[in-house]
């Protein structure tokens, strides 16, 4: 079955830097696109970041374009997004997501929380 394990979540200072992680599995990860989408208490799913099959070409929402970036390991079955100049806005729960094409997104992981606060 498809599983998607997030991880690399924590508390941040403003400013500061993670990378999130997402460990795949149940599926040929390579034929897929990948994706990453937020949630923010109180408020609904928010799509952060898609990345292409071979990885070669990626997709940021206007929110986090510049200090984002999402990458993968195809021979690790993993998916990454590195996030740098957090900000307080940023403070969410982060999914990585299974895509069937740049727009749609058919399984999700569990999340792994990121607060971004002094």
């Known amino acids: 079955q498809v599983q998607l394990v997030e991880s690399g979540g924590g508390l941040v200072q403003p400013g500061g830097s993670l990378r999130l992680s997402c460990a795949a599995s149940?599926?040929?990860?390579?034929?897929?696109?990948m994706n990453w989408v937020r949630q923010a208490p109180g408020k609904g799913p928010e799509w952060v970041a898609t990345i292409n099959m071979p990885g070669t070409d990626t997709s940021y929402s206007a929110s986090v374009k510049g200090r984002f970036t999402a990458s993968r390991d195809n021979d690790k079955n993993t998916l990454y997004l590195q996030m740098n100049s957090l900000k307080p806005e940023d403070t969410a729960l982060y999914y990585c997501?299974?895509?069937?094409?740049?727009?749609?997104?058919?399984?999700w992981g569990q999340g792994t929380q990121v607060t971004v606060s002094s």
């Open positions: 997501a299974r895509g069937i094409d740049w727009s749609n997104r058919d399984y």
């Open positions: 149940g599926f040929t990860f390579r034929s897929f696109y």
